[in-house]
């Protein structure tokens, strides 16, 4: 169900007892929607995950950052869904671009791992978008069509239902250069449309789609104020629970 979201990937970042307090801050600047229909997820590293307590009610939830594609087994290192839902995950990050470049993650890879996500009551939240090449070469659309048919649009409508959609320029992330509203709105809109084909209008207007690059409290209105804007997954700025609740105070503002 589409829903206002602010998510904050705090990436490789903060220890435990620095992750808890930046987590208990946000906590407590968060003012719960009354509707429900603005929602905060945190993505910490997988080792805070059972030291933050998530609180439904005041619309506060915990993801993971990544999955293994496998439930269990002998995988050195990997994490499971099962695992990230017995510490009180309800939601996973899959596909972001540091995945996919760094650990040479690809579409057929993320598929199984949105599979698990699904397998084991995790909501995903798949990450695409285009690197700075492939926007000058004019093929961003290509490229999310691709990421998307690839790893996304092998679920039933059912299935999909549960996804939530990050569109992250690769060239705006962490770099300070962000998309600029009409660009966010273009390719949120292509999305959507990409999701119609797939599926239907009802579901492509169901869908939360994210953006995420460098979004900041300076930003922020203008990113969202866009109407297939559903809100941001926010790097380096979630980590200063401050900015964070002041990009969260945007998106409330932003909502008709
Ligand atoms: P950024 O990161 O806000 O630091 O650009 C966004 C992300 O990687 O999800």
Known sequence: MRKNILAANW???????????????????????PGGNLICIIAPPSTHLSLINADSEKGIYCAGQNCSDQDNGAYTGEISAVMLKSVGADFVIIGHSERRSIFGEKNNLLKRKVDAAIRNGLFPIYCCGE???????????????????????HLSAEDFGKVI?????????????TATPEQAQEMHSFIRTVIEENYNKEIAMDTSVLYGGSCNP???????????????????????????????????????
């Open 11 to 33: 990436k490789m970042n903060t220890s435990a007892s620095e992750g808890l307090a930046l987590f208990n801050e946000v906590k407590s600047g968060w003012n719960a929607d």
């Open 218 to 256: 300076a930003n922020a209105n203008d990113l969202f104020a866009n109407e297939d804007v559903d809100g941001g997954l926010i790097g380096g700025a979630s980590l200063i629970a401050g900015d964070f609740l002041q990009i969260a105070k945007s998106l409330s503002s932003s909502i008709p």
């Open 165 to 177: 959609v990050a569109y992250e320029p690769v060239w705006a992330i962490g770099t300070g250069m």
């Open 131 to 153: 690197q700075q090449g492939e926007r000058e070469d004019g093929n961003q659309e290509d490229v999310v069509r691709g990421q998307l048919q690839e790893g996304l649009f």
